[in-house]
């Protein structure tokens, strides 16, 4: 998904924490494993070394509600990303 920020994308202001690159925003729509797309996300990634930054609250957005568990909840969020990231078809818009 990188190769989708190294020429598109507006450029934020925010380096990368990684590499210090300037960052780049794109929306992108997320599928959810039944096909159905996700609200639209503004996702900033790194164009030089690939890495991505979620803003406050992305996480959470993007996470199954589960009960209240908060800690729980986080940890999914992350395990979703991360599956979304690597295995899921997404729209760039």
Wanted: negative net charge.
């Amino acid at each position: 998904m990188h190769v989708s920020f190294e020429q598109e994308g507006a450029e934020v202001k925010l380096n990368c924490p990684l590499c210090e690159s300037h960052m780049r925003v794109r929306e992108i729509v997320f599928m959810r494993p039944d096909g159905t797309e996700m609200e639209p996300m503004e996702l900033d990634g790194c164009p030089n070394c690939s890495s991505f930054w979620f803003d406050a609250g992305e996480l959470q957005r993007i996470s199954p509600p589960e009960n209240g568990e908060d800690a729980h909840r986080e940890a999914n969020a992350l395990s979703i990303v991360l599956e979304m990231l690597f295995h899921l078809p997404f729209v760039i818009r």
